[in-house]
């Protein structure tokens, strides 16, 4: 039973880390369009909290949807400060490093959810994955130091600047880590299906408060983006990735999900012309 748990998280987290390795094309194709990066995050909650009441009425959940007022606070705080904070540092890191560079600075946040669980949720740090973190940091080192010191500026190419691009890139690593640390507690207790509902919903909310509703006024070919980025690029890989999480926890989730950066580089490579 063990084994098969450990098979079902491992291919669940998988499939998400697969799905959400095309977000930072999408993200940059959206950019490259005209979106800001306010507009975008929003506008892509749009899309996604539909499919995810949808899903909950089809399914005959809606029963499950009712949670204590002390769960509702917890979800509402990690959803916003932690994941709120992640989604709009990686548009920003997008915008000034590319969608590939910036994956790669952004998935530093495997080492650090593996050292954020062992504090926080007491899961051991093991021979194996003390051979990923030096890896992980050894890499970051490779990809930061040509960057550093890269003295191109926005006015020699439109919205690259590596230095901010970094800063904002490692921003997102550690907000992202600390709300995955966050959801392994979270789902012990609680459904990831309702978990992944609720915080599409305070996200969506939070960001609109702070915002306002966005410009709806687009072409279709950008609209066909919007709508990819909510769907594909959010509700089917955050639900599976939330079902990982509490199948495998939070740090063997991360270290999987360190698969990404090399599906985003081949694919900016292929779609993008990035190098």
Same mark, same amino acid.
């Given at each position: 039973?063990?084994?098969?748990?450990?098979?079902?998280?491992? !291919?669940?987290?998988?499939?998400?880390?697969?799905?959400?390795?095309?977000?930072?094309?999408?993200?940059?194709?959206?950019?490259?369009?005209?979106? /800001?990066?306010?507009?975008?995050?929003?506008?892509?909650?749009?899309?996604?909290?539909?499919?995810?009441?949808?899903?909950?009425?089809?399914?005959?959940?809606?029963?499950?949807?009712?949670?204590?007022?002390? /769960?509702?606070?917890?979800?509402?705080?990690?959803?916003?400060?932690?994941?709120?904070?992640?989604?709009?540092?990686?548009?920003?890191?997008?915008?000034?490093?590319?969608?590939?560079?910036?994956?790669?600075?952004?998935?530093?946040?495997?080492?650090?959810?593996?050292?954020?669980?062992?504090?926080?949720?007491?899961?051991?740090?093991?021979?194996?994955?003390?051979?990923?973190?030096?890896?992980?940091?050894?890499?970051?080192? !490779?990809?930061?130091?040509?960057?550093?010191?890269?003295?191109?500026?926005?006015?020699?190419?439109?919205?690259?600047?590596?230095?901010?691009?970094?800063?904002?890139?490692?921003?997102?690593?550690?907000?992202?880590?600390?709300?995955?640390?966050?959801? /392994?507690?979270?789902?012990?207790?609680?459904?990831?299906?309702?978990?992944?509902?609720?915080?599409?919903?305070?996200?969506?909310?939070?960001?609109?408060?702070?915002?306002?509703?966005?410009?709806?006024?687009? /072409?279709?070919?950008?609209?066909?983006?919007?709508?990819?980025?909510?769907?594909?690029?959010?509700?089917?890989?955050?639900?599976?990735?939330?079902?990982?999480?509490?199948?495998?926890?939070?740090?063997?989730?991360?270290?999987?999900?360190?698969?990404?950066?090399?599906?985003?580089?081949?694919?900016?490579?292929?779609?993008?012309?990035?190098?």
């Amino acid at each position: 039973m063990k084994s098969n748990r450990l098979t079902g998280g491992v !291919l669940l987290v998988l499939a998400s880390t697969l799905f959400f390795a095309f977000k930072p094309i999408l993200v940059r194709i959206g950019l490259d369009m005209g979106l /800001e990066p306010m507009q975008f995050v929003t506008l892509r909650l749009i899309v996604a909290l539909p499919l995810f009441l949808v899903t909950v009425v089809a399914l005959g959940r809606v029963g499950e949807m009712k949670i204590g007022a002390g /769960e509702f606070r917890h979800i509402g705080l990690v959803s916003v400060t932690g994941m709120g904070g992640a989604m709009l540092f990686s548009f920003y890191a997008i915008r000034h490093l590319g969608a590939s560079l910036s994956t790669l600075v952004i998935f530093i946040f495997p080492a650090i959810t593996t050292i954020m669980s062992y504090f926080v949720n007491g899961r051991a740090i093991t021979g194996a994955k003390v051979l990923s973190l030096a890896t992980s940091f050894a890499g970051l080192f !490779l990809v930061i130091l040509p960057m550093a010191g890269s003295s191109v500026s926005v006015t020699e190419i439109a919205g690259y600047m590596p230095s901010l691009g970094i800063f904002y890139a490692l921003l997102c690593a550690f907000a992202w880590s600390g709300t995955q640390v966050a959801f /392994e507690r979270l789902t012990q207790r609680q459904s990831p299906f309702v978990i992944s509902v609720y915080t599409t919903g305070f996200l969506l909310a939070f960001f609109l408060i702070i915002n306002g509703v966005p410009s709806m006024d687009l /072409e279709r070919k950008t609209w066909v983006v919007v709508l990819l980025l909510g769907s594909v690029g959010w509700y089917v890989p955050f639900i599976l990735a939330i079902y990982g999480i509490k199948m495998i926890g939070a740090s063997n989730t991360s270290i999987i999900q360190s698969l990404g950066p090399a599906v985003t580089v081949l694919i900016a490579w292929l779609l993008l012309g990035e190098t």
